[in-house]
Protein backbone atom coordinates (compact mmCIF):
# COMPACT_ATOMS: atom_id res chain seq x y z
CA UNK A 1 0.00 0.00 0.00
CA UNK A 2 3.00 2.30 0.50
CA UNK A 3 4.50 1.66 -2.25
CA UNK A 4 1.38 2.32 -4.43
CA UNK A 5 0.79 5.38 -2.42
CA UNK A 6 3.96 6.55 -3.74
CA UNK A 7 3.06 6.19 -7.11
CA UNK A 8 -1.03 6.92 -7.51
CA UNK A 9 -1.43 8.74 -3.90
CA UNK A 10 -3.02 7.88 -0.78
CA UNK A 11 -6.62 9.01 -2.09
CA UNK A 12 -6.85 6.35 -4.81
CA UNK A 13 -4.27 3.40 -3.18
CA UNK A 14 -6.15 1.98 -1.13
CA UNK A 15 -9.28 0.67 -3.68
CA UNK A 16 -6.78 0.13 -6.20
CA UNK A 17 -4.81 -1.98 -4.14
CA UNK A 18 -7.57 -4.33 -2.83
CA UNK A 19 -9.12 -4.53 -6.79
CA UNK A 20 -6.02 -5.95 -8.18
CA UNK A 21 -5.40 -8.55 -4.83
CA UNK A 22 -8.98 -9.42 -5.19
CA UNK A 23 -8.11 -10.73 -8.94
CA UNK A 24 -5.10 -12.19 -7.61
CA UNK A 25 -3.03 -9.51 -10.02
CA UNK A 26 -0.51 -7.80 -7.97
CA UNK A 27 2.85 -9.44 -7.37
CA UNK A 28 5.62 -8.67 -4.64
CA UNK A 29 9.23 -9.04 -4.04
CA UNK A 30 10.55 -9.71 -1.12
CA UNK A 31 13.91 -8.92 0.51
CA UNK A 32 14.50 -10.31 3.92
CA UNK A 33 10.90 -10.92 4.51
CA UNK A 34 9.80 -7.92 3.55
CA UNK A 35 8.11 -6.15 0.78
CA UNK A 36 10.85 -4.68 -1.68
CA UNK A 37 8.84 -3.88 -4.81
CA UNK A 38 5.22 -4.47 -6.42
CA UNK A 39 3.81 -4.84 -9.79
CA UNK A 40 -0.20 -4.78 -10.23
CA UNK A 41 -1.66 -5.57 -13.71
CA UNK A 42 -4.65 -6.23 -15.52
CA UNK A 43 -5.74 -8.52 -18.04
CA UNK A 44 -9.04 -7.12 -19.24
CA UNK A 45 -6.97 -3.91 -21.25
CA UNK A 46 -8.24 -4.02 -24.95
CA UNK A 47 -8.19 -8.04 -24.61
CA UNK A 48 -4.60 -7.52 -23.63
CA UNK A 49 -2.81 -7.20 -20.24
CA UNK A 50 -1.90 -4.09 -18.98
CA UNK A 51 1.15 -3.09 -16.11
CA UNK A 52 -0.96 -0.65 -14.32
CA UNK A 53 1.65 0.14 -11.66
CA UNK A 54 5.31 -0.79 -10.61
CA UNK A 55 7.30 0.64 -7.84
CA UNK A 56 10.31 -0.67 -5.64
CA UNK A 57 11.56 0.39 -2.45
CA UNK A 58 14.00 3.35 -2.94
CA UNK A 59 16.78 1.71 -0.70
CA UNK A 60 16.38 -1.36 -2.82
CA UNK A 61 16.61 -0.31 -6.59
CA UNK A 62 18.84 -0.37 -8.85
CA UNK A 63 19.16 -4.56 -7.73
CA UNK A 64 16.96 -6.46 -10.53
CA UNK A 65 13.36 -5.97 -8.31
CA UNK A 66 11.32 -4.32 -11.05
CA UNK A 67 13.42 -6.83 -14.04
CA UNK A 68 12.18 -9.92 -11.51
CA UNK A 69 8.88 -8.55 -11.00
CA UNK A 70 8.22 -7.97 -15.19
CA UNK A 71 9.75 -11.74 -15.57
CA UNK A 72 6.56 -12.74 -13.43
CA UNK A 73 3.83 -10.75 -15.39
CA UNK A 74 5.32 -12.29 -18.58
CA UNK A 75 5.13 -15.41 -17.36
CA UNK A 76 1.59 -15.09 -15.86
CA UNK A 77 -0.22 -13.03 -18.68
CA UNK A 78 -2.69 -15.12 -21.00
CA UNK A 79 -2.11 -13.76 -24.09
CA UNK A 80 0.90 -12.47 -25.80
CA UNK A 81 0.47 -8.78 -25.93
CA UNK A 82 1.96 -7.15 -22.74
CA UNK A 83 1.95 -3.09 -22.69
CA UNK A 84 2.82 -0.62 -19.92
CA UNK A 85 2.94 2.93 -19.10
CA UNK A 86 4.64 5.73 -17.29
CA UNK A 87 4.50 9.56 -17.21
CA UNK A 88 6.73 11.38 -20.32
CA UNK A 89 8.57 13.00 -17.39
CA UNK A 90 9.74 9.81 -15.78
CA UNK A 91 13.07 8.95 -17.22
CA UNK A 92 13.84 6.12 -15.25
CA UNK A 93 11.27 4.21 -16.07
CA UNK A 94 11.34 5.22 -19.44
CA UNK A 95 14.78 4.23 -19.14
CA UNK A 96 13.61 0.87 -17.55
CA UNK A 97 11.07 -0.28 -19.99
CA UNK A 98 13.34 0.06 -22.58
CA UNK A 99 15.87 -2.09 -21.14
CA UNK A 100 13.43 -5.00 -20.91
CA UNK A 101 12.70 -5.21 -24.29
CA UNK A 102 9.43 -2.72 -24.71
CA UNK A 103 8.85 -0.41 -27.33
CA UNK A 104 7.14 2.99 -27.59
CA UNK A 105 3.57 2.38 -28.62
CA UNK A 106 1.84 5.85 -28.49
CA UNK A 107 0.68 8.03 -25.61
CA UNK A 108 -2.31 9.10 -24.19
CA UNK A 109 -3.42 13.18 -23.73
CA UNK A 110 -5.60 15.02 -22.13
CA UNK A 111 -5.27 13.15 -18.68
CA UNK A 112 -5.80 14.69 -15.00
CA UNK A 113 -2.27 14.56 -14.23
CA UNK A 114 -1.84 16.98 -16.54
CA UNK A 115 1.70 15.31 -18.29
CA UNK A 116 1.16 12.98 -21.09
CA UNK A 117 1.24 8.88 -20.18
CA UNK A 118 3.78 7.04 -22.95
CA UNK A 119 2.64 3.77 -23.36
CA UNK A 120 4.82 0.93 -24.03
CA UNK A 121 3.95 -2.57 -25.95
CA UNK A 122 6.31 -6.56 -25.46
CA UNK A 123 5.58 -9.05 -27.72
CA UNK A 124 5.44 -11.97 -25.79
CA UNK A 125 5.89 -15.81 -26.57
CA UNK A 126 3.45 -17.26 -27.16
C1 LIG B 1 11.27 2.43 -12.12
C2 LIG B 1 11.54 1.43 -10.97
C3 LIG B 1 10.30 0.56 -10.76
C4 LIG B 1 12.74 0.53 -11.35
O1 LIG B 1 12.90 -0.46 -10.34
P1 LIG B 1 14.33 -1.17 -10.05
O2 LIG B 1 14.09 -2.38 -9.22
O3 LIG B 1 15.27 -0.18 -9.54
O4 LIG B 1 14.77 -1.60 -11.53
P2 LIG B 1 15.80 -2.75 -11.91
O5 LIG B 1 16.93 -2.78 -10.90
O6 LIG B 1 15.08 -4.03 -12.14
O7 LIG B 1 16.39 -2.18 -13.27
C5 LIG B 1 16.07 -2.72 -14.56
C6 LIG B 1 16.72 -1.82 -15.61
O8 LIG B 1 16.05 -0.56 -15.67
C7 LIG B 1 17.01 0.50 -15.89
N1 LIG B 1 17.06 1.40 -14.71
C8 LIG B 1 16.51 1.18 -13.49
N2 LIG B 1 16.75 2.24 -12.69
C9 LIG B 1 17.47 3.13 -13.42
C10 LIG B 1 18.02 4.40 -13.14
N3 LIG B 1 17.87 4.99 -11.94
N4 LIG B 1 18.68 5.05 -14.13
C11 LIG B 1 18.84 4.49 -15.35
N5 LIG B 1 18.34 3.27 -15.67
C12 LIG B 1 17.66 2.60 -14.72
C13 LIG B 1 18.36 -0.18 -16.06
O9 LIG B 1 18.58 -0.41 -17.43
C14 LIG B 1 18.16 -1.48 -15.31
O10 LIG B 1 18.99 -2.53 -15.74
P3 LIG B 1 20.52 -2.61 -15.23
O11 LIG B 1 20.50 -2.32 -13.75
O12 LIG B 1 20.91 -4.02 -15.56
O13 LIG B 1 21.26 -1.58 -15.99
C15 LIG B 1 11.93 2.20 -9.66
O14 LIG B 1 12.90 3.17 -9.95
C16 LIG B 1 10.74 2.87 -8.99
O15 LIG B 1 10.05 2.23 -8.18
N6 LIG B 1 10.49 4.17 -9.29
C17 LIG B 1 9.38 4.90 -8.68
C18 LIG B 1 8.03 4.44 -9.19
C19 LIG B 1 7.93 4.54 -10.71
O16 LIG B 1 8.41 5.49 -11.33
N7 LIG B 1 7.28 3.53 -11.32
C20 LIG B 1 7.15 3.43 -12.76
C21 LIG B 1 5.96 4.16 -13.31
S1 LIG B 1 4.40 3.54 -12.70
Redesign the pocket.
Known sequence: MA?AT??IGAERAGAFVRSHAERHHLLVVEEAGEVA?VLAYRTDWFQCTLVS??????D???????????RMVEEMSPGPRLFS???ET????I??H???GFAPSGYIDNLPQGYRELLFYKRLHP
Open positions: LEVGLVCVRELRRRGAARALFSTENAVSQMSAL
